[in-house]
């Protein structure tokens, strides 16, 4: 059986509301990606607080270096247009070593806490290079400035916008998880949201999204390894039966990326 | 007691150097930039080696990895179209129609970074793929193999993307790749129980692609080029050792040659200017095909007729086949570029490829001179014209080691399933 947007909208908020209620908005925080998933969890967050008439719960927004500008576009529009108070994560003791993509990071340069956690991943490398998306370039990029906000926030919970049918690694998630270091609580209250769902209730509740969909994004990730899909708006295409996250390294995209980058097609 | 009548196994250690040619191995050779492959061949042979048609990588290594030829093993290029449709998709290791050698004699295997084996399957053994792979977890086999190189920030390949504006970035990632690669080498050859041991050097094929040029003149990057052609050299010679303590059989091979570039070649632009092809949006390509084409080319020069029946907007009729096929190989023998002929030799399907997916074959092949690098693009200005490439490959002109004394002076990609089956049984 199938659930309505509708009931799938209040399984969502039952979520959040149990979350607000027992460990409070203040110790919550939302991953804010920009984009049209993390964006549909604000909304949701928002609908839930004006309800409960509580403040929202703060926002994170992490900037692994190489962010789009159409991203940054509606970050500031619905902070102004929503009252959000968000947090801009960045670990600049990487970025302010390099100019571009590629450039060499030399590990002794990096402080203390950078070291520390090159050390955690067993990197033994002395340089790297600068990539958001490598092994070594996601984990300081990403998994480092979110470890640093949550704990100097005194997070306990973090929400994010993950979703079941969004790639076959994420079936096993659950609503609630539980993560060690730092020890906070994972809620993931749109899990069973589908991509054609999370566009539905987008136009439904006119809820502002960035324009890189208009032009066939369908997942965005990091600039340098986020492509198009095709050249048609997201929620026009065949959400059933092609990926979502192919325009994220993934297939068909990825492949004819590489290839051309060879020389071929 | 029991030991000593156990027969010793026999073991195999093939190192494949994607597209280095046979001309400057033996140049290099000659030069004294590669002292260790100049020991190897005091002891063993260097044969010139023949590649796969077409002779690009997807083809040609699972010429290597089976034995066969196209027509029986079906890759005939990274992409292909479904069958009645003008969709292309990009045929990967469950598109191979023919065994390898290494699932056929089922040894315990290494099989690292061989193209055309995504996603990986389970063997006896340790597997990652190889280009075109896109997620290391899903290119490798166990999972424990997946969370070693995982560990050690494997990478499958270089990222070509920085030759747009970073070319040392580029030399830095080409050699840190490498690097990673070695070590993945080093630790499966020391850690896993194998009797068959593959590892492929994908790097130098990325380095000739934007620095050939620079191969054999005083150019820039003249120095990065041998240099990195050094490193290659002395991590032969440490394998070739360690296979030697292992009493092994030891083989390097590439899987096509490489020379400079004259000119690129765009073939559908040159069948659009003689009146065979008409494309409705050039940025689209074939899918916007006229019912009026009568043939259009795929990478990198496979030519097919635009036959009724085959294809959703074709006209061209099984009597006219033979005509059209004639009359287009004619005029592409006379093609010229400054007075020069483009093609070397035009292949017919039927002569060329041999067993049960021969008909998915292109209908010529076009194997062009030295210099001419013909491409299937749809969305070019002219029939000729550069960027930023550098190097083509070689059908005639990759190579073979084997640690053993052997007569034969020129081999073929598809007899190096036999020569490592042979030896392992």
Redesign the interface.
Known sequence: MSFSLNEKVEQSKKIIREAVEQFGYENIAIAWTGGKDSTTLLWLFKSVCSELSIPMPKCMFIDEGDVFDEIMEIVEYLKKEWALNVIMCKNIDVTSRIQ?????VKVKDLNERNRQEIKN?????DE??F?PE???GNHLMKTVPMKAFIEDNGIKVLATAIRWDEQEARTEETYFSRRSSPDHLRIHPILHFRERDIWDNIHKNSIPFCKLYYQGFRSLGAR?STKKFSDIPAWEQDLENTTERSGR????E???G??R????? | MLSLFKKKKKKVVIIGLDGVPHTLLKLYIEQGLMPNFKSMIMEGSLHRMETSLPEISSVAWTSFMTGKNPGEHGIFGFMELREGSYDMYFPNYTDVKAPTFWDAAGVQSVILNVPQTYPARALKGVMTSGFVALDLKKATYPESAYNYLNSIGYKIDVNVNLMRDNIPAFFKDLSVTFEKRKEAIRHFFKNEDWQLFIGVITETDRLHHFFFDHALNNGEYHKNFIDFYSEIDAFLGEIYEKAKKENALFLTCSDHGFTPIRTEVYLNQWLIAEGYLEIGDKEKGLPTISERSRAFCLDPSRIYIHLSGKYPRGQVKDAEYEHLRNELAEKLRSLAFDSEKVAKKIYFKEETFDGPHTPKGPDIYVLPNYGFDLKGAFNRASVFGTSHFRGMHTHDDAHMFVSEKQDKVYANIEDIAGIVSAYLQ
């Open positions: 571009k993509l590629g450039d060499m991943i067993n990197f033994q490398d790297f290079p990539e490598s092994y070594i340098c390294g993934q297939d068909k990825a492949i004819m590489q290839l980058d060879l020389g071929y097609m």
